[in-house]
Every structure is written in C-alpha cells, then in structure tokens.
C-alpha cells in the first residue's frame, strides 16, 4: 500500500481532499517490469446540477509497463498495449509510477459530475434546491 498526499503527485489538494492510496503488485521478467495497482481516491467535485460540491470516491485499475531506459520497443508491439496500459522506461532499479497515477485519476473523472444519480438540481425559474423539495413553481407551471 502506497499513501500520499495529492500533492506529490501534482494534484491540487483543493480538489483531492484525502490521501491517494494505491495498491501494488510487481511482476519481473528479466529487464521488463509490469505493475498492476488499484488506486484509491477522492476526488472533490461539483455537481452540475445543484452546484454543490460533493466527494467522490474513485476506485482505479492501473497497469504501467516498464522497461530499461534506452532499451526501446517497435512501435507495433505498444499498439498492442491495451488502452488503459501505460508504458514507462525505468532505470534498471524504480518504476516511476506517479505520473501514471495522475493520468489515470484525471481521466477517470467524470465530464459533468452530479452528486447522486437523481438529483433535482435547481429550479430553472427560482433557483431553489429541487432536492429540498418543490419550490412551489413546479404547481403553477403548465408541465
Ligand atoms: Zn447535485
Ligand atoms: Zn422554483
């Protein structure tokens, strides 16, 4: 288990209130290193509808394959690397795995967030919070 702070990784605390948390397994096979985590976090988002921020917790699958720095591969086989693969050059020694993480986080955040699947969001007309209960236009409207 890996913990950090957003921070390292680059990632505004503001946005990433807990620490990100990853779990690891290392596979070695001569000079190539596989790395499979599961990456734990939160991301503080707002929702697109009520405009409240809410936090989402993420869980993210990531697989980052590494090789020694210069060795190089043909193109044709990291065609074959699944899209959600990562491939990284490593020193002989570490995997830098951050930046993979990062990526990972950003991409898994969704487009127009909403803090629960059916929130009301606003009343168009008085701004209300539809989540508290009707505002009193949803009566006098013709819908
Ligand atoms: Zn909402
Ligand atoms: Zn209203």
């Given at each position: ?29 001569g000079?190539?290193?596989?790395a ?6 939160t991301?503080?988002?707002?929702c697109v ?5 809410f936090d ?5 699958p ?17 065609g ?12 002989g ?9 990062r990526?990972?986080?950003?991409l898994e955040?969704?487009?127009?967030p ?5 929130c009301?969001g606003?009343?168009p ?6 989540n508290?209960g ?8 013709r819908?």
């Amino acid at each position: 288990m890996v913990e950090g702070p957003a921070a390292d990784l680059g990632l505004s605390d503001g946005e990433w209130p807990e620490p990100i948390r990853s779990d690891w397994s290392v596979d070695r096979s001569g000079e190539q290193v596989t790395a499979r985590g599961e990456i734990h976090a939160t991301a503080r988002l707002d929702c697109v509808r009520c405009l409240k921020s809410f936090d989402l917790a993420l869980e993210v699958p990531v697989v980052v394959h590494a090789d020694r720095a210069g060795r190089g591969r043909h193109p044709e086989q990291e065609g074959d690397l699944e899209r959600d693969d990562y491939m990284r050059f490593h020193d002989g020694r570490q995997v830098e795995l951050g930046e993979d993480v990062r990526e990972a986080l950003l991409l898994e955040v969704p487009m127009a967030p909403s803090c629960r699947v059916d929130c009301r969001g606003l009343c168009p007309r008085c701004g209300a919070e539809l989540n508290e209960g009707p505002c009193g236009c949803a009566t006098e409207s013709r819908a």
